[in-house]
C-alpha cells in the first residue's frame, strides 16, 4: 500500500530553512519549487520544505516548540557540530552517551530539533 515515505517540514522562512539544509547536507534539493517546495533526498527518507499558502500561514512561523525531531546519523559527531556552528546553528546543549551511541540536539532555523546521532560502532 505504501510506496514511499517522506518527512516534511513547513515553514514561512522558506528560502532560509532550504538555505540551511542545502549547506548542512551539503546537496541542493532534487526538486525545487522557489518558494513553493524543496525536497532532499537523505538515506532512508525524503525531507520535504514547503511554505504554507497564504490561508494556512497563521498555523507555521509561531514561536513554538515543534514536536517533529528529525534524527539523522552521521559518521562524526563533531564534524556535524562543527557544520552546524559554520552555519549560525551551533547545538546549545552537550553531547550525550548512551548504549547506542553519541548524540547531541541541534536545531535549524525555524526551531525544528535535529538530533545528530553516532552510533557505537562508528
Given at each position: 500500500m505504501i510506496t514511499a515515505s517522506l518527512v516534511t517540514i513547513a515553514s514561512v522562512n522558506f528560502d532560509v530553512v532550504v538555505d540551511f539544509y542545502t549547506q548542512f547536507l551539503g546537496t541542493p534539493p532534487k526538486s525545487y519549487l522557489p518558494n513553493v517546495y524543496a525536497e532532499f533526498p537523505i538515506p532512508g527518507i525524503q525531507l520535504g520544505i514547503f511554505c504554507p499558502?497564504?490561508?494556512?500561514?497563521?498555523?507555521?512561523?509561531?514561536?513554538?516548540?515543534?514536536?517533529?525531531?528529525?534524527?539523522?546519523?552521521?559518521?562524526?559527531?563533531?564534524?556535524?557540530?562543527?557544520?552546524?556552528?559554520?552555519?549560525?546553528?551551533?547545538?546549545?546543549?552537550?553531547?550525550?552517551?548512551?548504549?547506542?551511541?553519541?548524540?547531541?540536539?541541534?536545531?535549524?532555523?525555524?526551531?525544528?530539533?535535529?538530533?545528530?546521532?553516532?552510533?557505537s560502532n562508528n
Open positions: 499558502k497564504s490561508t494556512n500561514r497563521d498555523e507555521f512561523g509561531h514561536p513554538r516548540q515543534s514536536g517533529m525531531s528529525l534524527c539523522l546519523e552521521v559518521a562524526n559527531l563533531e564534524d556535524a557540530i562543527d557544520k552546524l556552528a559554520q552555519l549560525g546553528y551551533p547545538p546549545s546543549g552537550k553531547i550525550t552517551t548512551a548504549s547506542h551511541g553519541r548524540e547531541i540536539y541541534a536545531y535549524d532555523p525555524d526551531g525544528n530539533r535535529l538530533i545528530l546521532h553516532q552510533a
